[in-house]
């Protein structure tokens, strides 16, 4: 598979939501022969950092098969540490040269984020990262915040890794934001 540019990629992904909205998916690149070809290797087109709702399956939603994207899922779509250092991977040593920080409708980590408070030391962790996008929205509606929250995550990517910032000054790569109505299956990508 050829590497795609970061603007092929952000195509690539359109159309295939298209697809999917349309039931009109190919479902290519998940038999037996794509298994066997990414046995040794990946090159994925596209980074997604994305909730972990189980709603969200961007495999799925942008008609991809196996190994053509590199998905990061991690509730509230945040760049924490350990996403910050699965994207490094994938712009370092993959290549890819998109990456979609992908935010949904309805987001459960968000409206708890709102709510404020957290049963445990780990959630009330996660939801610290979140907690920007919370102070900072004029809008209270949690798909409002949702998308506020790609667009801060999005930035901490690039003010947060040096490998990242300067893939992207140097290198092609771009970062966008998307956001997935769960309702229709439309993902509007930004």
Do not use: W
């Not at 298209?18 to 290519?28: K, Y």
């Not at 690149?29 to 066997?36: A, F, M, N, V």
């Not at 046995?39 to 961007?58: G, N, T």
């Amino acid at each position: 598979m050829e590497q795609l540019t970061a603007d092929e990629a952000y195509e690539r992904l359109k159309q295939g939501n298209q697809r999917f909205l349309s039931d009109t998916v190919e479902g290519a690149g998940r038999d037996e022969s794509r298994r066997k070809m990414l046995a040794k290797s990946q090159q994925p087109f596209a980074i997604i950092l994305c909730c972990a709702d189980s709603r969200v399956v961007p495999e799925i939603t942008f008609d991809t098969g196996l190994g053509e994207l590199f998905v990061v899922r991690v509730a509230g779509n945040v760049a924490n540490t350990s996403t910050i250092a699965s994207i490094e991977y994938a712009v370092a040593n993959l290549g890819t040269k998109l990456v979609a920080v992908m935010a949904h409708g309805n987001c459960g980590a968000v409206a708890a984020a709102l709510a404020g408070g957290a049963p445990s030391k780990n959630l009330e962790y996660l939801l610290n990262y979140i907690q920007p996008a919370v102070a900072s929205s004029d809008d209270p509606d949690v798909d409002a915040v949702a998308r506020l929250n790609a667009k801060l995550n999005a930035e901490r990517l690039i003010a947060e890794s040096e490998i990242i910032r300067e893939a992207s000054q140097n290198d092609g790569v771009k970062i966008v934001t998307a956001f997935y109505y769960p309702g229709t299956g439309e993902i509007e990508l930004v």
